[in-house]
């Protein structure tokens, strides 16, 4: 093995020792690496006890409510749900059906009570048209589903 | 080995100047291209309006700066085990070129985030991994230039290029990884882009443009240390 043969093998395990350490330490610190947590994860009690944290999920359909400051909605992972509650401006990217990320704390009702709501845009870049089509194809196939049914 | 012929910096430098010379041109017709794309052809998007015309220098400039990283800590590799001082020069020289992008990719973000989001800047994995380049490039500049003898300077600065390489995967997969409020990858190598054609056409050829840019000025920073040097 010429010497420098030796240096790239070298770097080559050093890398390689590196990049495991780093996977440990990662795996280690996942719980402290996660932005936010479900409703289902919330559900399982794995969310922190009495401290700020963060929950994420999507707004559900029709359960946002407006009482003059304070808004109420609730969200969603599809399988649990946690009603919100919060006063203050929502972002402009604030929709039912969307994605959203608030902080705050867990209430002993159930409730949690928002500090910060922040937006959550999905990975889905299109033109108007395109989402219209898009929405317009959904409603039918939802129709199409609903005389499926009906003709049973 | 005829692969060292351009291991000389004497054979090196014309070479450099002929392609840095071409690059910038296709550079500059490049983003005049994709700016016109971005600007006036792309359709507004259904949900975030005009804003999102940000991608088309948010996204490119964050691909290089995690791009010109791999490329800055393979040529600093290459220079710690072959001994090469043009290999350590070129690792030298792409490392503002990547600052710059990080820093790019990180302002463009912010400054997105406020209408989107609704905050300039939260801690999440995605954007806490992203700052922590722009501290590994400023690092490797600022370790450089502290010491004095330029083989010196060159192996430890390379050293911490090439410890810093574990941060670029992270970057790329923390948002697969773990919750972040920054969304997942619109393009990726695994599959079918979600976003319009028009979008796309303009984010690649602004991304073409920028590794143009890069291939550039990263060469005729190479020639001014290959002149310091001589």
Redesign the interface.
Known sequence: MKP??K??AA?GV??AA??IV?ALV?TAF?KN??????PSQVAANEAPQGRLFRI?GMVEKGSVKREGVEVRFVVTDTAKTIPVVYRGA??????EG?GV?AQGTLGPDGVFQAR?????????????????AVTEAQKTRQLQKAQETLVK | MKWFWYASPQTFFPLAGTIARWCAVAAAALTAIGLYIGFFVA??????GEV?RI?FIHVPAAWMSMFIYLVMAFWA?LG????TRLSAMMAAALAPTGALFTFIALWTGSLWGK?????YW????RLTSELILLFLYFGFIALRAAIEDPRRADRAAALLA??G??NVP?IYYSVQ?????H????VSFSRAP???AT?LAGMIIMALAFWLYSIAVSLVRVRCMIREGA
Do not use: C
């Not at chain 1, 929502?90 to 929709?95: I, V």
């Not at chain 1, 910060?116 to 219209?132: C, I, R, T």
């Not at chain 2, 209408?115 to 905050?119: D, E, K």
């Open positions: 420098r043969h240096r790239l770097i050093g890398v590196l990049a780093a990662l996942e690496l996660v932005f936010f947590f479900t994420g929502l972002p402009d990217l604030f929709r969307k990320v910060e709501v922040l937006a959550k845009h999905d990975e889905n870049y299109m033109p108007p048209e395109a989402a219209h | 359709p507004t998007d259904a949900q975030q999102y991608i590799a710690l085990a072959l001994n209408p989107t989001w609704g905050t939260v801690w999440d994995a090439i410890v390489v574990v992270i990884w773990w919750n972040t409020l969304q997942g990858a619109s979600t976003m319009a979008m």
